[in-house]
T-cell receptor, first 111, second 115 residues
Framework: RKEVEQDPGPFNVPEGATVAFNCTYS??????FFWYRQDCRKEPKLLMS???SGNEDGRFTAQLNRASQYISLLIRDSKLSDSATYLCVAPNDRGSYIPTFGRGTSLIVHP | NAGVTQTPKFRVLKTGQSMTLLCAQDMNHEYMYWYRQDPGMGLRLIHYSVGEGTTAKGEVPDGYNVSRLKKQNFLLGLESAAPSQTSVYFC??????????????FGPGTRLLVL
């Protein structure tokens, strides 16, 4: 099982839709999780951290489910500008807790 | 603040040639990382450093060497480039604390083509 797994998509949604992505991780001891956004041919940029109690920032909500070992990202009222690849990050399970990136989920928001 | 910068932005090499990619950060971060990103593979960690003078292997270190002689710089070397090293290389840095629990800041990337 890969350490951090994501559905690559693409998720095709109309403007205004609500869309959610999940990301599963294998290290049950993981404490820190992140969602990054990567635009085409650009570097990843932090979207939000994922706390045990969840985290909300405007239209974006991140949740952590420790029992099932996954994190989620919910985007409400999708905008065209939300089109990007969303990468989740969790520490690896090789003892060094180096961040491991998922392969990313592609989101395409259309008019 | 420039954040994280990378040079060069793009490079074409012939098989067997060598080159060094430079990463510089002006945020006084302790940790620095080198990743490669290939289509469908996501970001894979090559090497990382938890402080000046220290380096460690990541997930895909073969064919690469690194050095962190100064806190603000992290160099990635390819001694004998191979076509399999054609990729986009990203450098990142993060503040002190336990690795994996800090936000990473990325450079704009270096596109490398090995013929």
């Amino acid at each position: 099982r890969k350490e951090v797994e994501q559905d690559p998509g693409p998720f095709n949604v109309p403007e205004g839709a609500t869309v959610a992505f999940n990301c599963t991780y294998s290290n049950s001891a993981s404490q820190s999780f992140f969602w990054y956004r990567q635009d085409c041919r650009k570097e990843p940029k932090l979207l939000m951290s994922v706390y045990s109690s969840g985290n909300e920032d405007g239209r974006f909500t991140a949740q952590l489910n420790r029992a099932s070992q996954y994190i989620s990202l919910l985007i409400r009222d999708s905008k065209l500008s939300d089109s990007a690849t969303y990468l989740c990050v969790a520490p690896n399970d090789r003892g060094s807790y180096i961040p491991t990136f998922g392969r990313g989920t592609s989101l395409i928001v259309h008019p | 603040n420039a954040g994280v910068t990378q040079t060069p932005k793009f490079r074409v090499l012939k098989t067997g040639q060598s080159m060094t990619l430079l990463c510089a950060q002006d945020m006084n971060h302790e940790y620095m990382y080198w990743y490669r990103q290939d289509p469908g593979m996501g970001l894979r960690l090559i090497h990382y450093s938890v402080g000046e003078g220290t380096t460690a292997k990541g997930e895909v270190p073969d064919g690469y060497n690194v050095s962190r002689l100064k806190k603000q710089n992290f160099l990635l070397g390819l001694e004998s480039a191979a076509p399999s090293q054609t990729s986009v290389y990203f450098c990142a840095s993060s503040a002190g604390g336990l690795a994996g629990q800090e936000t990473q800041y990325f450079g704009p990337g270096t596109r490398l083509l090995v013929l």
